[in-house]
C-alpha cells in the first residue's frame, strides 16, 4: 500500500498516503519496556452484555411480573366475596351478590323488580362492600 492514493477532503488535490499513516494507532506507555496496549473506555455499565442482560430483567419485570399480580389480586378479591356483598362488574353494573357458584356468579341488580343476572367471576371488577372501601 505504498503507492496508495487517495482523495483529500477539498477533492481537488490528490496526496499519496504512506503505510507509516495506514497503520492502527496505539498509545505509548509511559515505561518504554512495557509492551504497547490499547484500551477501549467502557460505557457506564461495562460490558454490552451486561447491558442487554439488565434490559431483559427490565422487560420481564414489565411484561409478565405486573399482570400476574393483577390476577392474583383478582383472584384473591374474587375468593373473598360473598353473599350480600355490593359489587360492580367489569362492564358497569352494579349489584349484590344472591349465589355464588364456581362458575358464576348470580347477582340481583334491581329491587323493586327482583331483576338477577348470572356473570362469570372474571367478569367482577370490584368489590364495594362497606368493608373494602
Not at 512495557?34 to 411484561?63: E, W
Not at 390476577?71 to 352494579?94: E, F, P, Y
Not at 356473570?119 to 372501601?133: F, N, R
Request: proline share 7%.
Amino acid at each position: 500500500m505504498n503507492n496508495t492514493w487517495i482523495l483529500a477532503q477539498s477533492g481537488i488535490t490528490e496526496q499519496p498516503v504512506s503505510s507509516e499513516q495506514t497503520e492502527t494507532l496505539t498509545t505509548a506507555p509511559a515505561d518504554p519496556n512495557a509492551p504497547a496496549t490499547t484500551t477501549r473506555p467502557q460505557g457506564l455499565f461495562g460490558s454490552p452484555l451486561l447491558m442487554l442482560g439488565l434490559l431483559f430483567v427490565m422487560m420481564y419485570f414489565l411484561l409478565f411480573r405486573g399482570p400476574r399480580k393483577k390476577q392474583q389480586q383478582h383472584k384473591k378479591m374474587v375468593q373473598s366475596l360473598k353473599k350480600n356483598d355490593k359489587v360492580r362488574t367489569i362492564g358497569g353494573i352494579i349489584g349484590t351478590i344472591v349465589d355464588i357458584k364456581p362458575d358464576e356468579i348470580t347477582l340481583k341488580v334491581d329491587e323493586s323488580n327482583n331483576t338477577k343476572i348470572k356473570v362469570l367471576p372474571s367478569a367482577i371488577g370490584k368489590s364495594m362492600s362497606l368493608d373494602d372501601i
